[in-house]
Structures are given as structure tokens and as C-alpha cells.
């Protein structure tokens, strides 16, 4: 199935509280009913108009794909000054739970869209920071200086999880920088229990850390709902370039890359089987159950 998508944006979410309403961007096949919902989140600075690559992929193959730009965006200038700057790890989490809680209105705010959503069947994805995002609603948990797990944000009307270039723990492996300034990079993954998927490069090597690539894999052993891990080869942050088309940014550019997280990916959220071998010579699928067998 490749159909033609539309989409739609800004859709205006009223966010008093927030201190600037959220929107987002609808993406969304232009015929077809029943269609699951991917919930995107974006990494650091990035808006609803990236990752184009994914979204119009996930879209064409059948879903609706609604993408928050969060406060961290630099469409939005919300600077270090701003009183909202320090928790905004914590607004991008009540983002993704306020795209929930307003289906009805995005459906309404669509033009063809009412009625073609399929509740049952939503999940969440993101990249970088946005994975970090995504996974506070998959179980995971924020540890404080103490040790101590913070507030559980899991959301159980999310069934499964994609999680691209997640970080991964903290403490030794953070730099000094990051555990000073970036105080929720200390997740803890034992209770990540949603049934997902992790995406990591072999070549991702992040500022923030003084591990190496195996930092951006380290949920898959410690979480009990992270059940496959594909590992890309000679792949970067950007994992050859799902952050946009024309992506300047992109150092490890790869269509072939970016079409085998497509494939990939699709697979897992469609909860079909994948062989163990789909990755061929580009990079290599790890899971915990049967061979092939993502969910």
C-alpha cells in the first residue's frame, strides 16, 4: 500500500498553562479508514515540519502521524531566560499526553479526517531528546540525585513505542556539562514496559557522553519492553537522514539508511513479523522472543 497523504498544519491545541498554545502538524493518507496513530516526537530544536522522511512514509503506508512542536523548537525562541526553560523536558511530556487527550478536536480540525482514526491502536515515536520523550510515557523513569525514581508518566492508551537514537543512562556517562544542565538525562528503563522498538547508529558518537555509540543501546538490555534493537551500520545521530530531505545538518546522509528504518519500523508498528535477516549487509536486528518476531 502506497497511497497519496495530506497534511495538515498548524492544528492549535489551547494551552493556557503552557504559556504558548501547541500545534501540530497532521499527516495523514487521503482515503482509507481504521487508521493508527503515531504520536512523533521531535529531537532537540527541531518543529512538526521535520522528519519528513518517516512521517510521509508511515502516512503513505496507512497512518495518521501527529507531530507537536514542543517549546525546546527554535521556531518558538523560549531562551534560557524564560521561566519555563528548565522544565521543558516535562512539557514536552504533557505535549504528547495533551495530542492524546485532544483526538476529537484534531479529527474536527481535519478536513475528511473525522471518524478514520482508530483509538485502539496508537503509538508514540520520537527521535534524540524526543525518544527521551517517548519513553517517560513508556514506563521509563527519571532518577533524582538520591537515586529515586521520579513521577510515573507511562500512558497505557500508547501500545507501542519507536525509539530512535534514545540516550541512554546517566551518572559516569554523562559529561560534566550534561549532568549539570540536563538533570532528566538520568532515566531509569526497568520499567519501560510497553512492547517497542529501538533504532541506534554504530558510528553515533554524542557530546554528551563520554560512552561510546553503545550508549544509544543501552535500554534494549535494561528494559523489559524494549524487545528488538536494529543497529545501524555506519550510521550517525541523524541515522542517515530522517530529520528532513534537505537536511544540511545530515553528515551520515544514506537513503538506504533511511529506508531501512522505514521498513523496518512500519513492520513493528503494523505488529507484523520481520525476519532476523532484514537488515541484510546495512545493519543488524536484535529481539528477545522468536526469531524475526518485533512484537
Known sequence: MNTPVIS????????????????????????GGDLPVIVFSHGFSKSMDDYAP???????????VVQPT???????NVVPGDPRYSSIWGHRVDDLV??????DRIEAAVPGLAGR?????????GHSWGAQTVSMLLGARVLDADGVPGENRRDPRITAGVLLALTGTGGDNLTPFAAEH????????AQLSTPSLMVAGDKDQ?????????WFTEAYPLSPGVTSLLTVFGAEHSLGGITGYLST?????SPERVALIQRVTTAFLRGTPVPADAAGALGRLDTKFSAGDLR
Open 70 to 76: 514542543h517549546l525546546d523548537s527554535t521556531t518558538l
Open 8 to 31: 495538515v498544519r498548524p492544528v492549535v491545541l489551547p494551552a493556557p498553562e503552557r504559556g504558548d498554545d501547541l500545534q501540530v502538524r497532521v499527516t495523514a493518507p487521503v482515503a
Open 117 to 125: 482514526l482508530d483509538r485502539s491502536r496508537i503509538s508514540a515515536a
Open 98 to 103: 495533551r495530542v492524546l487527550d485532544s483526538l
Open 206 to 214: 554524542s557530546m554528551l557522553s563520554p560512552a561510546g555509540p553503545e
Open 249 to 253: 545538518e545530515t553528515t551520515d546522509e
Open 54 to 64: 518517516l512521517v510521509d512514509h508511515w502516512a503513505a503506508q496507512g497512518f495518521a
Open 182 to 189: 540536563f538533570p532528566f538525562m538520568n532515566p531509569d528503563f
